[in-house]
T-cell receptor, first 115, second 115 residues
Framework: QKEVEQNSGPLSVPEGAIASLNCTYS??????FFWYRQYSGKSPELIMS????GDKEDGRFTAQLNKASQYVSLLIRDSQPSDSATYLC???????????????FGTGTRLLVSP | NAGVTQTPKFQVLKTGQSMTLQCAQD?????MYWYRQDPGMGLRLIYY???????DKGEVPNGYNVSRLNKREFSLRLESAAPSQTSVYFC??????????????FGEGSWLTVV
């Protein structure tokens, strides 16, 4: 089982719709969760972080975390063509014996927003 | 404020050649990282430096060496390039090493092809 799993997509939504991106993780002690957006040929860009169960809203973006179900999601309201990108879920995972909390990335979900 | 700067952006190497990827950050961050990104594999950690003067292996260190030259600079060296090292390489930095609330910022990436 991969540490962080995402559906590779593509997830296609029309402009103005809500895009829902999902991520599951295997490390039950993970404390920090991040969503990065990556445009083709560009570097990942942090768009949301969440540390507590529940919802966290930032503009058109809402991150949702359910630690009991080991599930984190990203909702994008009023989706725009400029939101078309790959969205990477990242989870802090403790490396046994070192104390280092590495950031483990999923392989990403490609989102396509059509005009 | 440039953030994280990587050079070169593109490089083609022949099998067996060596090269060094350079990285510098101007955010006064303590920790620095080298990741590689391959299709279907996501971002994988090669090496990291928790603070100036320390370096440690990540998930995929074989074939690479690193040097933390000072607080700003962290280089990645391929001693004898192999086709399996064809990838996109990202340097990244963060304020605090291993913190559960740590946020990682990425450079623009270096596209390396080994023929």
């Amino acid at each position: 089982q991969k540490e962080v799993e995402q559906n590779s997509g593509p997830l296609s939504v029309p402009e103005g719709a809500i895009a829902s991106l999902n991520c599951t993780y295997s490390d039950r002690v993970s404390q920090s969760f991040f969503w990065y957006r990556q445009y083709s040929g560009k570097s990942p860009e942090l768009i949301m972080s969440i540390y507590s169960n529940g919802d966290k809203e930032d503009g058109r973006f809402t991150a949702q975390l359910n630690k009991a179900s080991q599930y984190v999601s990203l909702l994008i309201r009023d989706s725009q063509p400029s939101d078309s990108a790959t969205y990477l879920c990242a989870v802090n995972s403790l490396t046994t014996g070192t104390g280092f909390q590495k950031l483990v990335f999923g392989t990403g979900t490609r989102l396509l927003v059509s005009p | 404020n440039a953030g994280v700067t990587q050079t070169p952006k593109f490089q083609v190497l022949k099998t067996g050649q060596s090269m060094t990827l350079q990285c510098a950050q101007d955010m006064n961050h303590n920790s620095m990282y080298w990741y590689r990104q391959d299709p279907g594999m996501g971002l994988r950690l090669i090496y990291y430096s928790a603070s100036e003067g320390t370096t440690d292996k990540g998930e995929v260190p074989n074939g690479y060496n690193v040097s933390r030259l000072n607080k700003r600079e962290f280089s990645l060296r391929l001693e004898s390039a192999a086709p399996s090292q064809t990838s996109v390489y990202f340097c990244a930095s963060s304020v605090v090493f291993g913190s559960s609330g740590n946020t990682i910022y990425f450079g623009e990436g270096s596209w390396l092809t080994v023929v």
